[in-house]
T-cell receptor
Framework: DAKTTQPPSMDCAEGRAANLPCNHS???????VYWYRQIHSQGPQYIIH???NNETNEMASLIITEDRKSSTLILPHATLRDTAVYYC???????????FGTGTSLTVIP | GAGVSQSPSNKVTEKGKDVELRCDPI?????LYWYRQRLGQGLEFLIY????????KSGLPSDRFSAERTGESVSTLTIQRTQQEDSAVYLC????????????FGPGTRLTVT
């Protein structure tokens, strides 16, 4: 399975957009990109996933580059409750394993 | 509705003892996963159950680790002869069908081996 690379930490001002990058340069054609987040002392929470096209839901937007080697998770209006570790994961469409890595620790600042 | 539950929430055990961790998935979810999360690290996949298929055990770190699931219900993760490096939070997740679907995580069991 492809591995992902994320910055270890980021800050974002409350109310501003948080843009979290992820590199997955070895991704293959059938591998999906998933984003989860983990708020301190809780289990991870699903955010969004995509294959090729950009995706948007009530929580976030996922922008995947045309070559699919990187993606960006966008939280359009960050709140203090968005402070968490954000994991970018690639998963083979027929596989069972998710490789969470160490993620990006996002701190939303008042 | 009820989410994924795990018990106990905390477990302290002496090195060399066996421990059993329990996971109750969301009703109707056929897929169940176990992960381990060491302090300050990401999640490590341990094992995956899908319906009545043979489980994917490829993430189990040693033969001291085993897991069972009866049908589409409760799962238990057993660690025999615990070691200090087994100290971690053990997370269980379930999904409605297979791993292409959103995983719902439980709160985890914090295991401390002294």
């Amino acid at each position: 399975d492809a591995k992902t690379t994320q910055p270890p930490s980021m800050d974002c001002a409350e109310g501003r957009a948080a843009n979290l990058p992820c590199n997955h340069s070895t991704i293959s054609g059938n591998e999906y990109v998933y984003w989860y987040r983990q708020i301190h002392s809780q289990g991870p929470q699903y955010i969004i996933h995509g294959l090729k096209n950009n995706e948007t839901n009530e929580m976030a937007s996922l922008i995947i580059t045309e070559d699919r080697k990187s993606s960006t998770l966008i939280l359009p209006h960050a709140t203090l409750r968005d402070t968490a570790v954000y994991y970018c994961i690639v998963r083979v469409s027929t596989g069972n394993q998710f490789y969470f890595g160490t993620g990006t620790s996002l701190t939303v600042i008042p | 509705g009820a989410g994924v539950s795990q018990s106990p929430s905390n477990k302290v055990t002496e090195k060399g003892k066996d421990v059993e961790l329990r996971c109750d998935p969301i009703s109707g979810h056929t897929a169940l996963y176990w992960y381990r999360q060491r302090l300050g690290q990401g999640l490590e996949f341990l094992i995956y159950f899908q319906g009545n298929s043979a489980p994917d055990k490829s993430g189990l770190p040693s033969d001291r680790f085993s897991a069972e699931r009866t049908g589409e219900s409760v799962s238990t993760l057993t660690i025999q002869r615990t070691q200090q490096e087994d100290s971690a939070v053990y997370l269980c997740a379930s999904s409605v069908r297979d791993s292409s679907y959103e995983q719902y995580f439980g709160p985890g069991t914090r295991l401390t081996v002294t």
